[in-house]
């Protein structure tokens, strides 16, 4: 597992929601997926402005409500994506230039609308200023992470059914112009949460520079984390094949290719994946892509290759028994100790005691000179959630630091 950059990025394994769940006037709760295993860090809840904007003006935040008091109760947090279906009410507005999505069957604005960009922020003001048992949605703990995407497309900034070049208006300002809106809304509202948007390769009739590249270095000399924050790239297209079980090479995706805005961001921007499919259980024919390989070799592939810290994850998988130590391993790693204490032991020999994780496997190295390190001892897996080690008596003076081993 590489180093991790020297920013705050969102960490852990989220469970995806699905559209089960508790029923309230009608609507899915989507909570039935919430899992209270100790590596699982939080929720991933897909939510639609059309559902909480049935009318204009009109929100009914239940859907964030519900799902806010059942993580708090099990100390859980909330990684919180709006999927930008517009409501059916905003493309019938008189002047607002659309387009038609064969996918939701319906007339949507296109994402350069002024009316659209004026009402997504007004929608995000809204939620961030909602209130549960006295905290506004932008100030609870619970919640951790936000990717409200790109109005008027498909999620983010990727071409839907029709490809945004070939929507009434296009112009590569115009498409940026919206892409820096909406996450300048999103970072105004939410300004303690961590903000990211998926970003996929989208291209127009000019090569050089490609559209993905003019637009990514956009968002990158706005929100860098010197002048203005920090913003996140995410896909959901992670997956892990091997050609039989732990017989390598393993074969990750996306490439560095497909994941172009994301493998060259990594130093200026995190990095999250969601799944493209179940491993134990594979959907939409996907199985191809996660033959022979685990949840646990997609993360270590999105870690190595992205520098990722943050993965959405299928129930399926949560719930498989024979991934759930690879799990543990996994959250030890994601949250290495931020402290060790050192004491003597008996006839003068060093002890070294620091936070673990049940499951995570530890080892401690030596240095003389803080430039060259090696293994002192064997490596220490966790049973606890304390572990300690302890060298011979009468050792030269020394330098000691612990890696957290994959």
Not at 113 to 135: K, M, N, T
């Amino acid at each position: 597992m590489r180093a991790a950059v020297g920013f705050p990025q969102p960490r852990g394994i989220y469970v995806l929601d699905g559209a089960n769940g508790h029923s309230t006037n009608g609507v899915s709760m989507r909570d039935g997926n919430i899992r209270s295993n100790d590596f699982v860090s939080g929720y991933v809840l897909r939510a639609s402005w059309a559902t909480m904007e049935t009318n204009q003006d009109q929100f009914d935040f239940t859907l964030v409500d519900w799902n806010i008091r059942r993580l708090a109760a099990i100390n859980k947090n909330l990684s919180l994506e709006i999927i930008n279906v517009d409501p059916p009410w905003l493309a019938q507005t008189p002047g607002v230039t659309t387009w038609y999505d064969t996918n939701s069957v319906q007339l949507r604005a296109v994402p350069w609308d002024g009316f659209l960009l004026a009402r997504a922020e007004i929608f995000l003001h809204a939620l961030a200023e909602y209130q549960i048992d006295g905290v506004k949605l932008k100030d609870h703990p619970v919640l951790t992470v936000v990717n409200f995407g790109l109005a008027g497309a498909d999620l983010a900034i990727r071409d839907p059914s029709v490809l945004l070049r070939n929507m009434s208006n296009y112009s590569r300002a115009a498409l940026t112009n919206a892409v820096l809106l909406n996450l300048r809304a999103a970072v105004t509202n939410f300004p303690a949460k961590f903000v990211q948007i998926g970003f996929w390769p989208i291209t127009d009739n000019q090569a050089t520079p490609s559209l993905w590249e003019f637009v990514r270095e956009s968002i990158l000399a706005e929100f860098n984390g010197v002048t203005g924050p920090r913003v996140g790239f995410w896909m959901e297209n992670l997956s892990a094949s091997r050609a039989a079980p732990g017989v390598d090479p393993l074969t990750g995706r996306p490439n560095t290719t497909f994941g172009g805005p994301l493998f060259l961001s990594q130093t200026n921007a995190w990095v999250g994946f969601q799944a493209l499919t179940s491993w134990a259980k594979p959907f939409n024919n996907y199985n191809s892509q996660v033959t022979n390989a685990t949840p646990a070799d997609g993360m270590q592939y999105a870690s190595d290759t992205f520098g990722s810290t943050y993965f959405e994850i299928y129930v399926g998988d949560i719930d498989a028994a024979g991934y759930q130590a690879d799990f543990e391993q996994w959250r030890a790693r994601l949250f290495p100790p931020n402290q060790i204490s050192i004491g003597r032991a008996d006839a003068g020999a060093i002890r070294l005691q620091w936070p673990s994780w049940p499951g995570g496997v530890y080892q401690v190295e030596a240095s003389t000179d803080l430039r060259s390190w090696t293994n002192s001892g064997a490596a220490q897996l966790a049973a606890t959630n304390v572990t300690a080690w302890t060298n011979g008596a009468n050792q030269p003076a020394q330098f000691y630091r612990l890696r957290t081993l994959p």
